[in-house]
C-alpha cells in the first residue's frame, strides 16, 4: 500500500515581486505563514534587463526568451544568484524562514545542456535534463526552504540560463515522486485575466479544452500563454494542483485553477 | 577520553585566482585531489572593482577594506555571491566535487553586525558575531564542500560585506571544535615573501616573536600584515595548522607554515 505522500508547495516568483520592496515584503510575509513544506523559484528578469542597460549591453529577446550572449550570462549570474537570491534568502531568514539559496549547479541539482541552435541561436540558454529530486528532498526534510534562481549548469562547467517558469514546473514533476506538489505561479494580477485590458475579472478555473479555445480567440496574453503550458505539462506529470495569481494564492484557494 | 578529530581543510583564495582562467583551473585541479574534508573561501575584489569602474561608481578603500555603500554592497553582492561563486560552483562539480555555494544568511550559516561607526564609517561592512559550526558540519559530514563568498547578514534582512580572509579565519576557529582544523591562504606567491621586491624567496616559517620584528622591521607587505594577523589569532583559537602560499599548499607542506 502506498503511503499517503506529504504536501510541498512550489512557489515561482515573477520579477515584478522581485523589483518592488512593499511587493517583496508582502510575498515574504504570506510565505512565511505558510508551515509545510516550501520551495521558491525566482526570475530577475528585469533587474537584468536594468543592469545591462547600465553596462550598455543589449537585451535581445525572441518569444519573450532571453538570448543569453556570454555577457547577458555573466549578467543574469550576478543578477539571479547574487543579488535577487541573497537579497531574498537574507529578507526570509530575517522571516524565520531556514532558506539557502541555490542555482542547479550547486549540489548539482539541475542539471541542463545548452539548447541546440535550429533558426534561432539562444546562446547559453539551457533545456533541463535532469533534476536530482532525492537530494532536494532531503533537504527539505531536513526543515529547509531551498530559493532557486534561474541559473543551472551543464556538470562540465558551463553555467546556464534557464526560464524561472520552466525551472518551477520541472522541480514540480520531479518532486511529485515525494511528495503531492502544489504548484504556485505568483505574478502581479489575482489570476489568469477574462480581458487583457482590464485586471479585475479573472478566470476560477481553466482546462485545457478552454485553452485551446481561448488561444484561438485570442483573448489570453503572450505573456500568459507558456505559463499555462507549463501549468498544463505539470499536470498531466503527476503535480497535484496548479494555481495562478498573487500572492494572496500561497494561502488561500484563490487565483486561476488549472485543471486538465 | 576525547576522541580523535578529523581533519577540515579550510581554504581561502585570493581575487587574483578568480581572476585569471588558467590559475583557477590548477587551483580546482589541486583542490580536486585534496581527499579529506574541505570548505572554500573566496572574494573577488578586483572583479567588484572592475565592475564599480564599468558601472561608474567610485571605489573606495581605507587600509585595504572597502567602503560599502549601498551601491557598493549590490556590487559585491552581483560579484561575489553571484558570478564568482557559481563560476567556481559549477567548475568544482565538473571535477566531481560536490560543492555548495554558500553566503552567511543561507542557512543563517554567519551572523554579523554592521560595523559601528567610528573615525571612518565603512558602510554596509559587517563584523561576524556567530558561526553556525554544527550545521557546517552537517553539510560537510554529508561529503558536500561549502563554498563561502564574502557576504553575511544581520539576520534582521541587512546584507553585509566581510572580509574573506576574516571569513576563513573566523570558519576555521568556530570549525575547530569539531575538526583538527588546517587553514591554508592561497595567493599568487610561493609564501611570504622574504624581500617584496622579490618573489623567489619565501619564509618557510613564521612566529609571532618573528611577526613582531618583521613588522618593526618593515620587512613585510602591507597586505600580508592582516592576513598574518588573522592566522596567528586562529591558531590561538585551537586551529591546528596555518599555511600561507600557492595552490602548492593545498596538497603538500609548502608556502610558509604560520606558528605561535
Not at 541555490?102 to 541552435?117: F, H, P, T, Y
Not at 478555473?205 to 483573448?219: A, M, P
Not at 495562478?244 to 494561502?251: D, L, P, Q, R
Amino acid at each position: 500500500m502506498e503511503r499517503t505522500k506529504k504536501p510541498l508547495h512550489i512557489v515561482k516568483i515573477g520579477g515584478d515581486i522581485l523589483d518592488n520592496k512593499d511587493r517583496l515584503s508582502a510575498l515574504i510575509e504570506e510565505f512565511s505563514q505558510l508551515k509545510e513544506a516550501k520551495i521558491l523559484v525566482h526570475g530577475g528578469g528585469k533587474m537584468a534587463s536594468a543592469l545591462s542597460t547600465k553596462l550598455g549591453l543589449e537585451v535581445e529577446m525572441h518569444e519573450g526568451r532571453r538570448i543569453t550572449s556570454k555577457e547577458q550570462l555573466e549578467v543574469v549570474c550576478m543578477v539571479y544568484a547574487g543579488l535577487a537570491n541573497k537579497t531574498l534568502i537574507s529578507s526570509m531568514q530575517a522571516k524565520s524562514i531556514d532558506a539557502l539559496g541555490l542555482s542547479g549547479a550547486d549540489l548539482n541539482l539541475i542539471q541542463a545542456e545548452k539548447r541546440a541552435v535550429q533558426t534561432i541561436d539562444y546562446g547559453f540558454a539551457g533545456d533541463i535534463v535532469q533534476v536530482n529530486s532525492s537530494r532536494i528532498k532531503d533537504l527539505v526534510d531536513l526543515g529547509v526552504c531551498p530559493v532557486f534562481c534561474a541559473i543551472t549548469h551543464d556538470n562540465k562547467g558551463q553555467l546556464l540560463n534557464t526560464n524561472a517558469d520552466t525551472i518551477a514546473s520541472s522541480l514540480a514533476v520531479a518532486m511529485s515522486a515525494h511528495f503531492e506538489v502544489c504548484l504556485k505561479f505568483v505574478f502581479t494580477h489575482e489570476g489568469v485575466l477574462k480581458d487583457m485590458q482590464r485586471s479585475d475579472a479573472i478566470f476560477e478555473e481553466i482546462n485545457s479544452t478552454d485553452f485551446v479555445q481561448l488561444k484561438k480567440d485570442g483573448v489570453l496574453s503572450q505573456g500568459i500563454i507558456p505559463k499555462l503550458t507549463n501549468a498544463f505539462d505539470a499536470l498531466q506529470e503527476k503535480v497535484q494542483e496548479v494555481r495562478i495569481g498573487s500572492s494572496a494564492i500561497i494561502n488561500h484557494d484563490k487565483g486561476t485553477k488549472v485543471c486538465l
